[in-house]
Nanobody, 114 residues
Framework: QVQPVESGGGLVQAGGSLRLSCVASGSTSSINGIGWYRQAPGKQRELVAVISSGGSINYVDSVKGRFTISRDNAKNSVYLQMNSLKPEDTAAYYC????????WGQGTQVTVSS
């Protein structure tokens, strides 16, 4: 069973940027959809971005034009570039397959101050 490790979160002011990274303990080359999820306190976990093995990408409406997902199968890694961050982006961010099949990692906390 694959265990992802997320990193790159932090505290940033509104309008700032962060780049999240996720490294999987197993190969990602055979996996179709891999995505970034986030969970804010008191809210359900939501899928914010997904990238297929063929490069097709989808985003939740609230992050379109601000976030960019990418993957590097040679490094078993997935990335999320987050620009123009807003306080409502504050959450713990996780990567997993879509639909999720891996164990959930510890996530990386993103906090955006106003």
């Amino acid at each position: 069973q694959v265990q992802p490790v997320e990193s790159g979160g932090g505290l940033v002011q509104a309008g700032g940027s962060l780049r999240l990274s996720c490294v999987a303990s197993g190969s990602t080359s055979s996996i179709n959809g891999i995505g970034w999820y986030r969970q804010a306190p008191g809210k359900q976990r939501e899928l914010v971005a997904v990238i297929s093995s063929g490069g097709s990408i989808n985003y939740v409406d609230s992050v379109k034009g601000r976030f960019t997902i990418s993957r590097d199968n040679a490094k078993n890694s997935v990335y999320l570039q987050m620009n123009s961050l807003k306080p409502e982006d504050t959450a713990a961010y996780y990567c997993n397959t879509v639909p999720y099949r891996w164990y959930w990692g510890q996530g990386t906390q993103v906090t955006v101050s106003s």
